[in-house]
């Protein structure tokens, strides 16, 4: 048997796409609440006021300019200030995964439920409640929650006040932040995440057909310095509060194919790898810069803010496992060719031996184990899968069932790959898919991208009951769960 008794089966959701409840009992504002939904083809917004008082908006990822002020303005819709309203439904979606069996449920902690702005010195103490009783629930049902400390949402005040995480404050803030969650929670939270997705920051500066500048590298390799400290000093505190705790780093887990035999097609591969994942992978499990971090910043004139402390900091500061997200692969190829990708996130050569989704993510099980392997080899740390994946239109029934063959489908494939990296000596001791409970989408801020188990009423503008409906795929995965993995049809 690949998958052992002890294998943590389960799931995932973030605060800021799940919770809902925006402007709540004292939570503050991220930027994720001043986002704008968005689809496939139509990108999302930040909106705000600009100097003169005027509304406007910019791409999401784009600056907004110079004296204006983020805002939520009357004619654009947040699909995020509701969520799935998980603050209300969380007892109900709990029960619901226990039904499924799972032993695992990855959800995030946000940062302005528990500090409004960001820099207070003392918590909201509803925001505290909250995640207890959340946590509480887990316990009640024997499932063990794996919590993301950071998921994409820093306090908006953060933000506009302090210039995020270009500012070394924010560190401080981060730690404190991280302290209250390890010692609030001491006894019900034992697995924890300190940033998702960390490589995000640089990963996306040349990934998809994006050409960024000697600036936009500058002030991304600084932003991950700083979140590299706050991530290592988290890890030594909790650690110092309670030694059972397992701290893990999340990296956007893409796999890198070159597209030719080509020499330059192998060499820009390999240092897509370094510069994608093995630069936040080295720092965060070696406790130390790779050897080619000094090719990476000389490429854009990169100088860093570093100081000797810091560096003390990241050798003692390593985390516990690697845990990473899987949905697709990538080509590298320096040849042009007319088949290209278009979709959410994904862009660059077609790979003509794989199938793609609606979104233009390659389908490609036997890269996760490619990757389970290739990664388990270089840190020899138990890994987990925390998010995997297939973002897909379903149809709700007149009788309230929702068939989704093709879920089950892309599950079943990558969990058979999982079992084979397993056997072949992988320490793998967890997987929790993504969106066990539908969401709304990160990339485009649709509800009709799901990938749950579990359906929740609720369009893309909004409306809809939020009853939530058991799919097939809810049936499937309890099953999978009870026969250890074994059990896959």
Known sequence: MSFQDNFLWGGAIAANQAEGAWN???????????????????????????KDGKPGKVINGQPIPEGAKYAVLDDY???????????????????????????????????????PHGDEETPNPKGVEFYRSVFLECKKHAIEPLVTIWHFDTPLYLEEH?????????IDFYVRFATTCFKEYQGLVKYWLTFNEINNTIMMLNLFGNHAGDKEHQQGYQQLHYQFVASAKAVQIGHEIDPNNMIGCMICGITFYPGTCDP????????????????????????????????????HHVQLDITEQDLEDLK???????????????????????????????????????????????????????????????YEKPLMVVENGLGAYDTLEEDGSIHDDYRIDYLRDHIKEMGKAIDNGVNLIGYTTWGCIDLVSAGTGEMRKRYGFIYVDKDDQGHGTYNRYRKDSFYWYKKVIESHGEDLD
Request: charged share 25%; proline share 3%.
């Open 316 to 378: 003692h500061g390593c985390v516990d496992m690697y845990t990473f997200s899987y949905y697709m692969s990538s080509i590298e190829t320096t040849h042009e060719t007319d088949d290209m990708v278009s979709g959410n996130f994904a862009a660059g050569a077609r790979n003509p031996y794989l199938t793609y989704s609606d979104w233009g993510w390659a389908q490609d099980p036997l890269g996760l184990r490619y990757y389970l392997e290739m990664i388990y080899d270089r």
């Open 77 to 115: 819709y947040y699909p995020n200030h509701d969520g799935v309203d998980f603050y209300h439904h969380y007892k109900e979606d709990i029960a619901l995964l226990a039904e499924m069996g799972f032993k695992m449920f990855r959800l995030s902690i946000s940062w302005s439920r528990l500090y």
């Open 162 to 170: 302090y210039g995020g995480w270009n500012n070394r404050q924010l």
């Open 264 to 299: 330059k097609d192998i060499m820009v591969n390999r240092h897509m790898w370094e510069k994608s994942i093995f630069y936040c992978g080295d720092v965060q499990c070696k406790g130390k810069y790779p050897t080619f971090a000094k090719r990476l910043w000389n490429e």
């Open 24 to 50: 709540v009992d004292g939570r503050g504002p991220a930027k994720t609440d001043v986002t704008t939904g968005g689809s496939v083809k139509e990108p999302r917004y930040v909106t705000f006021i600009d």
